[in-house]
């Protein structure tokens, strides 16, 4: 079965799921027979909520692992990938098993291991959600070409710190802490700030986040945090990790500043519609995509440089070339000449 069809299908499971109003299943009682992994996707989804177990989740995803290593960037090895997946699965277990294997995808699709560290996949609402971290927005940003490196940081109370975007680079900020002061004696996070070193040696604009923005986009922008909030559950993963969004939400907004790759802002429009609740999948790359975007790329830059080189010399010869002087005509012969036109 083809990966678009595969697509296809999730998303039709997803959108199936949201239009009955079905609740969230609950997680298993781990009692009574396990039951087999559903033969399909479709029955995966429809299956009774009580019987879906982390077993059976894994029983059905094992069916599409193919899909899943098919979705990776051919620099890695399915191997780990499909190992971090495996560990996260217990705690997906109540949510849609469609949401998940989209999340699954979505994630091998931008080559982000979902162990913790450049992503992750999480439980929002009974919805499997892929969400990138800083480190995975700083890694598709390296393999761009075009950035040398990422810095990502938070400034505290009592750290050192200089602003003034009017000044040239890199003198427009800078930040001082002290190592023999811990986490806690710091005090108080102020902001988040990011920046990029370019492969010229230029450095990008300083963006910053302070609490009260990153609060506002979470806010406006999270429909799990806000479903969480109603329910009074308070378990998105903005309220267990705010600090790790509040770095994520600096990352990302280094997409306005920096030229970054077709994949970085596709990674941003699929992080901004898993917090919508909407399908992430759509916002991957494929992999065949992107194979004919970087040829066209390459292509591309093998033009500009062409056209970049300075126009050839034509060969002369020698001595130069030789200046034809008019005939000079005698008094004779003009009469002579004269004479035949009359």
């Not at 560290?117 to 969400?131: K, Q």
């Not at 505290?156 to 680079?169: G, T």
């Not at 890199?170 to 108080?188: I, K, Q, Y």
């Not at 609740?277 to 062409?306: C, F, N, V, W, Y």
Request: glycine fraction near 6%; charged fraction near 25%.
């Amino acid at each position: 079965m083809a990966l678009s069809t595969l697509r296809d299908r999730v998303l039709a499971n997803i959108t199936a799921s949201a239009m009955s109003g079905r609740p969230a299943p609950a997680p298993s009682t781990g009692e009574g027979p396990t039951t087999a992994a559903p033969a399909t996707l479709e029955e995966a989804a429809e299956a009774d909520p009580v019987q879906d177990s982390a077993d059976a989740v894994m029983g059905w995803l094992r069916r599409y692992e193919g899909h899943v290593t098919d979705a990776l960037p051919s620099h890695m090895e399915p191997g780990p990938f499909l190992a971090a997946v495996r560990a996260v699965l217990p705690s997906l277990r109540s949510c849609n098993p469609a949401s998940v294997l989209q999340a699954t995808i979505t994630a091998a699709r931008f080559g982000l291991v979902p162990d913790g560290r450049e992503a992750v996949i999480t439980n929002e609402f009974g919805r499997a959600t892929f969400i990138p971290t800083y480190r995975g927005y700083i890694a598709l940003m390296h393999r761009s070409g075009q950035v040398a490196s990422v810095r990502v940081g938070m400034v505290y109370e009592r750290d050192e710190y200089s602003l003034e975007p009017s000044a040239p680079a890199p003198l427009d900020f800078t930040h001082r802490t002290d190592p023999a002061l811990s986490e806690a004696e710091r005090g108080a996070p102020l902001f988040a700030y990011a920046f990029a070193w370019f492969t010229g040696g230029a450095r990008s604009q300083v963006v910053t986040v302070n609490r009260e923005q990153a609060e506002e986009i979470r806010d406006e922008h999270s429909r799990a945090y806000q479903e969480a909030e109603v329910s009074g559950r308070r378990d998105s993963f903005w309220h267990r990790n705010f600090d790790a969004m509040w770095w994520k939400t600096a990352a990302r907004q280094l997409e306005k500043v920096v030229p970054v790759s077709a994949e970085v802002r596709a990674l941003v429009e699929a992080d901004r519609a898993g917090e919508d609740g909407r399908a992430q999948i759509l916002h991957a790359p494929d992999p065949e995509a992107t194979a004919l975007e970087a040829e066209a790329e390459a292509a591309g830059d093998a033009a500009k440089a062409s056209q970049d080189q300075e126009s050839a010399v034509l060969p002369r010869k020698r001595g130069g070339l030789k200046r034809t002087q008019p005939k000079r005509t005698t008094r004779a012969g003009r009469k002579a000449r004269a004479g035949r036109r009359s």
